[in-house]
């Protein structure tokens, strides 16, 4: 079972940028893709991004351009760097890995931007 911890959240103004880290407990070249997801208050939990074993990326239409996901397999590490802050990207931040098809999410971490 693959336990994840995000960090790096925090409260930024609009126009700020945060670099969120989420670090695995194993080896992430056995993990198929890692993922961002963000839940914002009264909201459901959305996709932010992924990236696969091989680094091919995906976005979100509402962060692309703004946000880029990285993987660093020696630090068993996947980041979020987050530039250009919204106040609707206000939420939750979770890190997700999928191993052999199961997907295992860290605790979150808050990110608040204020205007």
């Known amino acids: 079972q693959v336990q994840l911890v995000e960090s790096g959240g925090g409260l930024v103004q609009v126009g700020g940028s945060l670099r969120l880290s989420c670090v695995a407990s194993?080896?992430?070249?056995?993990?198929?893709?890692m993922a961002w997801h963000r839940q914002a208050p009264g909201k459901q939990r959305e996709f932010v991004a992924f990236?696969?074993?091989?680094?091919?990326?995906n976005y979100a239409d509402s962060v692309k351009g703004r946000f880029t996901i990285s993987r660093d397999n020696a630090e068993n590490t996947v980041y979020l760097q987050m530039n250009s802050l919204k106040s609707e990207d206000t939420a939750v931040y979770y890190c997700a890995a999928n191993q052999g098809g199961t997907w295992y999410w860290g605790q979150g971490t808050q990110v608040t931007v204020s205007s």
């Open positions: 194993e080896s992430m070249v056995g993990i198929d893709f």
């Open positions: 990236i696969t074993r091989d680094r091919h990326t």
